[in-house]
């Protein structure tokens, strides 16, 4: 099968199966929830006695779901044999029984019995997955595969490029599935491929676990567990015997995770064991990334990770662990970009660090347990960090262009540092000094949302486009509530909307999709068309108490690209313990509120749309809220289908509505915005186009408090981050990326550029500290950041164009460990400072200005009244790409 154009299979569908039987099929996990499924692979004549080929069965099943317009298709548990390969057809889920290995470790449930292409390494995907497809709750096992032979297979899974969309492939997912031995787990790329998103996968892949390359929108990997005890204990036959002597083999072949190019790659709470290299950064025809991870886990691995080459934007390690057998972290003199490191552990036998590459490797309250550090080229930026072996040495060779080693604690009395004394950009003080300690965030959000019931209640709806569906799916709905709970099941279409929507206590309204989806997987779309013009009206579906809406898409038909309307919330929070889960918004106005109501517990993951005025509203006092994976694109009403079908007279210069939106957001979206709330968990969400990316704001006379926020990224925006209002409790930002600019492409005309961007403004009101750990920061700003109240804290951060540098108009600014990699006019502004504003550890690529007059001062201390600057290194070697 071709690679560059994936076609359904036309086999033909049995006639008994026809039509699909709905019913849930229910999760035994603490964190799983409910399927609603249409087809079992037994209806179309599938086995399951691991003899068995079948192959043509779940091709059959899948294609017949397909039909439907989407849904999931069940696997019970059981051996199913292959001798082919399947394709898994747009918004089309495969799933069948799991058991988590991590509290049993014999391998379980459905299990997926592969003998395709043996010995062959380059051929087709036993899995091939097209636009929002899922795979969940399986295993897929090699039984032909002899752990003292390894011979190789091709991907078990990939993502693969569609034909009729240039190649785009959006959102596949892999959800608690096991990948017990298989040379090779999961592909993404060399095409140009978006939104893949791996979540609880566990196993043993042999050659390469994951490869990820030219994914230019947001891929995901959380709570991904690669180790040879999956296989070896798996209590499946063939398991290796010789436990040990496949250990060495996995030790001196297999990588666990490749990543080439993937602008942005989110990854959080992964454990790799037992490789030859844990993670390898690379460039593929002269392609590389940025990625930032958060607890990740590398042990017993020869290099835990190796950063060949990567583009100039940067790679971010907060709460990670990374020790090597040989190495803990390895870079290629082809390395340009930064590495950013916030209490991490670090350890090698030989070496914790190796650095050959020309950028800058920032560590700040890193623990080095083992092994020296050497750099041969490029920077070193160690701040407040610990070397726990007496034995460890720092070697900045003749190569190295600059470092900053200051209030480091060594265990010996003389610390063994060896440099070129000749170097004036070398600077090395053991003054101990505060800093603000990052918080910590143990374990992933929680998941498991569910109704009170999961009985079903399937909604019998025309299809003509034009009926007003409201009534009958409220009666539905009235009828689960009064049943105590249920799950309200809508089978993909379109179904127009007049009216509101309430779901009652214990009460799911769910669409076909088991995962997340773009919007141009279409699937099951409610048309709103009431309430036009009036922003303050009932919205599209109101959540009552312990209720939740998944799976569902949502389009305004009447939206106009060039003359823009009103419309109220499009979901609305009424109590406590709501969830939305999974579900888009093409073209909303207004999204999700979780503020006009006190929402405690609201949970919301993977939000995906194209907002235009507001994205996710969270306030009114609510407490314990989780807003996770969401994904704001202009390109989800860019590249659906909805306006040919809906408004044809539209679609003819896409170029000219793409400006229109991006002008209107860039002037007028609040893509998530804060206000009163407590102890609020913000994780891994994107915006792309917004006037503030992200907003922190009062409300009522009350700001957010104990906010947390990790792995955020704002692209192309005005204001990435503001920060309008905020107590007495410190705001933490772990592994930001923020990006402002005013347009992407030629075709945005001048009259479209904005004013008064920054990456961060922190406004006059704040009265709390903002507190930013492992910032990414890059585009075209006017100025890097605002500080006009509260306390700034930039610890570990870099600016690919800081334009005009910080402005300090009445705040507090603490910029540790910094750099700037561009020339500036002034790296900071000011008229006068009335609170302290601290420089240390940071380095200027070319030129330190203040007040856009240059400062001779490069290195040392130089205290002036509340300025204070300590070892600050300008050297136009550094590097500023």
Known sequence: MSKTIIALLSLTITSFAAKPNWKVVHNPGPEQSPSVVGFAVQDFGAKGDGKTDDTVAFQQALDAMAKQGGGAVYAPAGHYAFHGHLTIPRNVTLRGDWADPTLNPEIKGTILNVYTDKGLEEGTAFISMLDGTGVKNLSIWYPEQVADKIVPYPAAIEQVPIEEWQGNNHCVTLENVTLVNPYQGFKSGPENLCLHYLRNVHGTPLKKGVFIHHCTDIGRMESVHFSPETWINSGLPGAPKFANKFRKWLLKNGTAIHIGRSD??????????????????????????????????????????????????????????????????????????????????????????????????????????????????????MVDSELEDKDSAIRLEKGC?????????????????????????????????????????????????????????????????????????????????????????????????????????????????????????????????????????????????????????????????????????????????????????????????????????????????????????????????????????THYWLRSNHDAKFQPEVVKNTDKKWAG??????????????????????????????????????????????????????????????????????????????????????????????????????????????????????????????????????????????????????????????HMMRPTESTLNFETLNKPVRLIGSSMAEGFNINKKPRAEKSGTFENGNLHLKGVVINKDITKN
Request: hydrophobic content about 35%; overall charge neutral.
């Open 401 to 633: 262009t600059a470092a900053t080693i200051l209030g480091n604690r060594f265990n010996r009395r003389k610390p063994n540092i060896q440099f070129d004394s000749a170097n004036e950009n070398i600077v090395i003080d053991h003054e101990q000094m505060e800093f603000a300690k990052m918080p910590v965030l143990k374990r992933p959000p929680a998941r498991g949302h569910k109704p009170a019931k999961n009985d079903l209640f399937v909604v019998d709806l025309p299809t003509d486009w034009k009926t007003d569906c409201t009534a009958k799916i409220q009666a539905t709905l009235d009828k689960a509530g009064t049943n105590g709970g249920g799950i309200v099941f809508i089978p993909a279409g379109y179904y127009l909307l007049k009216g509101e929507l309430t779901v009652p206590t214990g009460v799911e309204l769910r669409g076909c999709a088991e995962v997340p989806t773009h919007s141009m997987s279409e699937g099951t779309t409610l048309m709103p068309v009431g309430n036009r013009g009036k922003a303050d009206a009932a919205p599209a579906v109101a959540l009552m108490e312990k209720s939740g809406i998944r799976g569902i898409h949502f389009y305004y038909p009447e939206q106009e690209w060039d003359n823009i309307k009103p419309y109220p919330f499009t979901i609305q929070s009424r109590g406590s313990d709501v969830y939305v889960i999974y579900v888009n918004g093409v073209n909303p106005y207004q999204f999700v509120d979780f503020k006009t109501y006190r929402s405690d517990r609201h949970f919301a993951d993977y939000i995906g749309g194209a907002g235009i005025q507001v994205g996710i509203q969270i306030g009114g006092g609510s407490k314990d809220g989780v807003v996770a994976h969401t994904q704001f694109n």
């Open 661 to 818: 939106l991006w002008k209107y957001q860039k002037s007028n979206l609040d893509a998530l915005a804060i206000g009163d709330c407590e102890n609020e968990l913000l994780f891994e969400n994107f915006v792309y186009g917004s006037k503030y990316g992200l907003l922190y704001r009062e409300e009522n006379g009350r700001s957010p408090r104990n906010s947390l926020t990790i792995g955020h990224g704002t692209d192309g925006s005005r204001i990435s981050l503001y920060v309008e209002s905020a107590n007495k409790e410190p705001i933490s930002l772990i592994n930001a990326k923020l990006v402002c600019m005013d347009h992407f492409g030629g075709d945005i005309k001048p009259d479209h550029v904005t004013n008064n961007k920054s990456y961060a403004w922190v406004g006059k009101e704040v009265k709390s500290g903002i507190q930013m750990f492992n910032t990414m920061m890059w585009g075209k700003p006017n100025y890097t950041a605002r500080v006009d109240g509260g306390k700034l804290t930039l610890q570990v951060a870099t600016y690919v164009r800081p334009g005009d540098g910080i402005l300090v108009n009445g705040g507090a600014l603490d910029m540790i460990n910094n």
């Open 264 to 381: 942005w790659e989110y990854a959080a709470f992964i454990t790799i064991r037992g490789y030859n290299t844990g993670l390898f950064v690379n460039e593929i025809n002269n392609m590389g990334g940025n990625s930032q991870f958060y607890a990740l886990d590398i042990s017993n691995c020869e290099t835990a990770f190796y950063n060949e080459a990567a583009n100039g934007i940067g790679y971010a390690f907060a709460n990670c662990k990374l020790k090597g057998n040989q190495i803990g972290v390895k870079t290629g003199k082809r390395l340009g970009g930064p590495i950013l490191m916030h209490d991490c552990t670090i350890a090698g036998g030989d070496h914790a660090i190796i650095n050959a590459g020309r950028g800058r490797v920032a560590l700040q309250h890193c623990t080095i347990e083992a092994g020296d550090i050497t750099f041969s080229n490029g920077t070193l930026a």
